[in-house]
């Protein structure tokens, strides 16, 4: 009888298929002594189909409070999203373009996923500003919150209570961009109202100072710009504000691409709106565009540059034809410029440069270029009203598209941010 075993004088030849012959036969024998409660074809069919988690991919967007709204692909797990994406659809081109998300946007999933997000109600135990708190149930917050609202309408009357004004998540029901829009405010709507606000934290002097010159604080909508031939803008950076693939930056390149447009950019700050792609950038003291306007004024009136037919037949108080006739002597906008008015100031170039440190003849150069290129995109952003007197900056820049007449037309503007549409409240 042969047997298997070997004596040190019987050498024997390995080969590849002998290798592996023992090599799955020794395996087979260790796999067998951890399954035997299980047939072994059952046992290694359960070791190699691992059991997954089915994911699900939800549609929703970014509530940044740019106002972009970029489209989100939620993946989700187990009830919990592991992985946010941006929008792939569409060819990516011009009119069908995928409104990619920033990292403010993809990133919104540690937001959602944070450990000190609330996801319950907590009701304050220690002192106030002693960060002492409980968990409750929902019941017993809505109940706490119906009793002290009931209080205080009967004690106080509808007047003290206030929805306080937010805009951090514009996504939310009870923080919305505008708290007239939020559902408390229905609801309080309901129970006999509650004490509203005026303005908000971003655009207060610009939205009640832009209806005086307009009757309204409107611009051009963002995709008009790729029909101009000059973006000049004031404090206004929506590669940071509005870094989207919603936001302005899409439709600034595509108007360099498609109508090489120039572009200006008159801030302080080196922004990342200008980051390379302006055409020039013109530092400015802060709080001091009124004055450059001024002196752009001065040499578009004094070298003839102004749109005399469009102030002639939509602007009142321009000059002494359109003055109303209770106004006083000199009091229109021309004389003001020239130093014809109350103050006797001419507003010179000379004069703004050591307002705005912006050199006399930097300031005549832009001025020729606004006065000779149409149309002209002149738009502000909500920085340089954010000030003492803020209002007047906001219409000071207003006069430049009302002085070429870019006011109403495709590539134009209003001198307002673009695509804005908010109405003085």
């Not at 069908?96 to 907590?122: E, F, K, T, W």
């Not at 971003?202 to 051009?220: D, F, H, K, L, R």
């Not at 209770?326 to 021309?334: E, Q, R, S, V």
């Amino acid at each position: 009888m042969k047997t298997n075993s070997l004596s040190p004088q019987e050498p024997v030849a390995i080969s590849r298929r002998n290798l592996l012959k023992g090599g799955t036969a020794a395996g087979g024998l260790l796999l067998a002594s951890h399954v035997i409660p299980l047939p072994f074809r059952q046992a290694h069919a359960e070791s190699t189909v691992p059991v997954v988690a089915q994911d699900n991919v939800v549609w929703s967007m970014c509530s940044v409070n740019c106002g972009s709204r970029c489209a989100l692909r939620m993946h989700v797990r187990d009830d919990e999203v592991y992985w946010v994406e941006t929008d792939h659809t569409g060819d990516d081109q011009y009119g069908d373009h995928q409104v990619r998300a920033c990292l403010r946007g993809r990133s919104i999933r540690r937001r959602m996923n944070h450990p000190d997000r609330l996801n319950y109600p907590m009701k304050r135990v220690g002192k106030r500003g002693e960060g002492k708190f409980q968990r409750i149930s929902w019941d017993e917050a809505l109940d706490t919150l119906s009793a002290n609202l009931k209080r205080i309408v009967k004690d106080y009357g509808n007047e003290a209570v206030y929805i306080h004004y937010s805009s951090g998540i514009t996504g939310g029901n009870f923080c919305r961009s505008s708290p007239s829009g939020s559902l408390v405010t229905r609801l309080m709507n309901c129970y006999g109202g509650s004490l509203g606000q005026y303005g908000t934290y971003s655009t207060v002097q610009i939205a009640a100072a832009m209806p005086y010159t307009y009757g309204s604080n409107e611009g051009n909508s963002t995709s008009d710009i790729v029909n101009t031939k000059l973006v000049v803008m004031f404090g206004n950076n929506p590669a940071e504000t509005r870094m989207s693939g919603a936001g302005i930056t899409y439709h600034l390149e595509q108007a360099r691409e498609r109508s090489q447009a120039r572009m200006i950019v008159i801030d302080p700050r080196y922004t990342d709106t200008a980051a390379g792609r302006e055409d020039e950038w013109i530092p400015i003291r802060p709080g001091t565009d009124a004055a450059l306007v001024n002196a752009i004024a001065w040499v578009l009136i004094t070298e003839n540059l102004v749109d005399q037919a469009f102030l002639d037949t939509y602007c009142i108080g321009y000059d002494e034809k359109t003055l109303p006739a209770d106004a006083p002597a000199n009091g229109h906008y021309k004389a003001y410029i020239l130093g014809d008015g109350d103050d006797g100031i001419a507003k010179t170039p000379a004069w703004a440069e050591k307002i705005t440190t912006i050199p006399r003849d930097r300031i005549i150069k832009l001025a020729r270029e606004i006065g000779s290129t149409k149309p002209a995109y002149i738009c502000q952003g909500w920085g340089p009203q954010r000030q003492a007197n803020g209002e007047q900056t906001s219409r000071a820049i207003a006069m430049l598209p009302i002085l070429t007449g870019n006011v109403g037309i495709n590539g134009g503007n209003s001198g307002a941010r673009e695509s804005t549409y908010t109405i003085s409240i």
